[in-house]
């Protein structure tokens, strides 16, 4: 055996052990062991932590909260009669004469104070109340989708993340072998098996290595610094397993239906009702209120103090032209509404089926990536190896089906990573942990 064979084979089963190595990492941190000191436990990070963690800090949901109870306020108070009205004077006050300017000698000078209470018909009181109540329930609607939202984006920084760092190890393998077949080249030249050409050819490809590895270390960065802002927390904490993206928790036989109660649609609803309050708070503005004023008149020691009861009534002399102008301006923003609201269900729906076939697609490609074309590159870099033990290949050969073979890895995991993206793009639609979320369905169960 020639000692290049020799130290391509040591170099083979180098990075054989290094491979096993890799392979018991995941392992080890499913145990919450780390690489450096496995008898040190870490706590690791579970998408549903993060997740969680990712609501506990969001400022935007303490302003939806406080939304709601400024709307719940008003509401209260909306739903009150208007305040009375103080009201005080000088009546007939006389500015000629000998009794120019007094108090008392007139006897039609009074001193007036009364007081004035508008009294609002209880229906229009409790619309203007159920207003407020719509605007609650709106900013409750408009919460929910924020919650949505924030475990949507949540899962996937952790996504990107956990495929970062798996597509690190894959580059990291990958450099460690290109190492290894630069020894090998150079013992091979050493022993005259060898050139020159293969050693270049062995550095160049640990070059592109090197790159690629600064690349994705520059993501997995990147990944850390977006995962930790949605959870606060440390950047460097380990990963728990990635989560089954083979499931979605929407209902697709009933996607319509589903879809028409996503918080986005919800929060579109709450604003058709709002507007509808708005038309039939107008439609009862074309009955006007009442106003009843009391005033105690009070005159010179010479004469009777004096009582006044009044009423007073809005004239509506031009409601074809007011009152009916609002109504219908009224109804028409109720039409406006609900169309905007079905436009965007319809686009909803469309985005949403388009999104599911992706994703199915996705895990159909997924699925020929680990049964197919990953063995089947596996086994391209074996033959090869075989053949330059034989002396039927040159080392060439062997580095660009060692390329190929992480290509193919590295293509598989990118494929994951965004089905994994479509995934919690799709299961995340609605609220992990409030009503209104779908039962689990599983999707090309011959898949899993």
Known sequence: MS?????????????????????????AVAFGLTPLNVLATESLLTLGNAQQLAVIRSRQLIAQDMA???????????GQLPDPILKAGIDNLPVSGPDR???????????????????????KRQLRAERFDRLADKSLAEKSSAIAAIQRDTAVAWLD??????????????????????????????A???????????????????????????????????????????????????????????????????????????????????????????????KPDWSIEVAFQQRGSAYSNMVSVGISLPFQWDQKNRQDRELSSKLAMVEQAKAEREETLRAHVAETRAMVGEWQSDLERSVRYERELIPLAKERTQAILGAYRGGKANLTDLLAARRNEIDVRLQALQLQADTARLWAQLNFLFPADVPGTHPAQSMNKDMQ
Do not use: C
């Open 161 to 190: 993340r956990y495929y970062a760092e798996r597509m690190a190890a894959v580059v990291t393998d990958q450099s460690i072998q290109a190492k290894l077949e630069i020894e090998a080249a150079e013992s091979s030249y050493r």
């Open 192 to 286: 005259g098996r060898g050139n020159q050409a293969d050693i270049f050819a062995a550095r160049s490809a640990l070059g592109v290595v090197d790159d690629r590895h600064s690349e994705i270390l520059r993501k997995v960065r990147t990944a850390k610094t977006m995962l930790s802002r949605w959870t606060g927390g440390d950047p460097e904490l380990p990963l728990a397993g990635e989560p089954s993206i083979g499931n979605i928790r929407l209902d697709l036989s009933a996607l319509d239906k589903s879809l028409a109660h996503h918080p986005q649609i919800a929060v579109m609803t709450r604003q058709t009702e709002i507007a509808d309050t708005d038309a039939k708070l107008a439609e009862a503005n074309k």
């Open 3 to 27: 000692f290049s064979f020799r130290a391509l084979m040591f170099a083979h089963q180098k990075t054989k052990l290094y491979s096993q190595f890799l392979v018991l990492i995941p392992v």
């Open 101 to 123: 300017g007094s108090l008392t000698g007139d006897f039609m000078t009074m001193r007036r104070i009364g007081i004035m209470q508008e009294l609002t018909r209880n229906d």
């Open 68 to 78: 709601v109870n400024a709307s719940r306020e008003m509401a209260v108070a909306a």
